[in-house]
């Protein structure tokens, strides 16, 4: 797969609006509004901004479908909206909630990136999407964020609870500063596209 050919296929803000459903994989990334869903995935395609990063939560409010690779092997990365906090209305996280909802109930998704905070205990959030997703059985994985920022003794700590918390679940631990994680996850990410 080549990650550096890469381009915004579509924004969806309706689910009525996505295209049929294709022979690319869909790889989706769910996670808290702020978590870092933009720049880790700006950082698998080897791009600055192709994904909006804001430092304002919630500016994710559509499906966001991007294209990668070439002829032999494409997918699309689907960027979700945040969920949690938003400064948008009551009526507007309504909207992108069910979008969200119904696109992954729609059995399109190959595989879901469901990213953590990885300075914080997951939140009851995180901890509903696991469980939702255990539910569905759409395969998925924990991308662990911003794990540049914790210092050594406190990033073994987080580490060991999170790895008790889910035994069974493929944890990455990821940083788009450094480049932590990329290796890893473009893996996991190929072995289901």
């Keep these: 797969m080549n990650w550096n050919i890469a381009d915004l296929h579509a924004s969806y803000g309706k689910f009525e609006q996505l295209p049929p459903i294709s022979e690319k994989a869909e790889i989706a990334f769910s996670g808290r509004s702020n978590v870092g869903k933009s720049s880790l995935i700006n950082k698998l395609l080897n791009r600055k901004s192709l994904a909006r ?56 998704i190959s595989l879901l990136v469901q990213l953590i905070d990885f300075r914080h205990p997951p939140t ?41 918390q889910f035994p069974e679940i493929n944890i990455i631990e990821f940083s788009s500063e450094t480049g932590e994680g990329v290796d890893e996850l473009r893996q996991v990410i190929e072995n289901y596209g």
């Design 53 to 108: 990063v804001s430092s304002t939560p919630g500016k994710t409010i559509t499906l966001n479908f991007y294209n990668i690779g070439n002829i032999d092997k494409e997918i699309y990365i689907v960027d979700l909206p945040g969920y949690g906090y938003a400064k948008t209305s009551k009526d507007e996280k309504a909207r992108f909630g069910k979008l969200t909802e119904q696109y992954i109930k729609s059995g399109r």
């Design 124 to 164: 009851a959030d995180d901890l509903i999407m696991i469980e939702f997703l255990k539910e569905t059985g759409i395969p998925f994985v924990i991308a662990l964020t911003k794990a540049d920022k914790l210092k050594k003794t406190k990033r073994l700590e987080r580490s060991s609870a999170f790895k008790t």
